[in-house]
């Protein structure tokens, strides 16, 4: 993935990355300026771009992520990234956690009851943030497995949702 984002050097021009998220599928990029941008799968959301591709899933330039961008996260930026083959995490200078994509055994971190829910079930083609039980205690970590994730926080917190 390193070899192929360099190569999108060209498409970024004049921006930099600034930081990068591995994903097997769908790799996402954060850039200088503090946009975020995607490319790859989008079968499941997991882009974050608003919507799931239909036919080829497939986005083919990186394509701005506009739920996270320094206007819409109030002068945040984001600073990690960290995807799984359906899913992927996003970590804020502020400390917040933003999610999208497959949630069919809670690797979104949401509730199931959660109004994003009424349109599609099982994706959030949209990045939203992840409830946390200490909004205070800020998120310095994630990290995502096929259909889990863990966070730590400031205060040395460790929290795990998903299936492993």
Avoid at 29 to 57: C, P
Wanted: glycine residues 14%.
């Amino acid at each position: 993935m390193a070899l192929y984002l360099r190569r999108l050097s060209w498409v970024l021009a004049p921006e930099k990355r600034s930081s990068s998220g591995p994903a097997p599928n769908s790799p996402s990029l954060s850039t200088s300026k503090g946009d975020v941008r995607a490319f790859g799968l989008n079968n499941n959301g997991q882009s974050g771009i608003g919507y799931i591709n239909e036919g080829t899933f497939l986005i083919l330039t990186p394509t701005q992520v506009s739920g996270l961008s320094v206007e819409a996260l109030g002068g945040e930026r984001v600073v990690r990234i960290s995807g799984s083959e359906a899913h992927t995490l996003f970590l804020t200078s502020g400390g917040r956690v933003f999610t999208c994509g497959k949630h069919y055994i809670g690797q979104l971190g949401l509730p199931k009851d959660d109004p994003i829910f009424a349109k599609n079930p099982q994706c959030v083609p949209c990045p939203v943030q992840v409830p946390l039980p200490d909004p205070a205690d800020h998120v310095v970590r994630i990290a995502t497995s096929t259909r889990g994730n863990r966070v730590v926080t400031a205060a040395g917190a460790l929290y795990g949702w998903g299936g492993g």
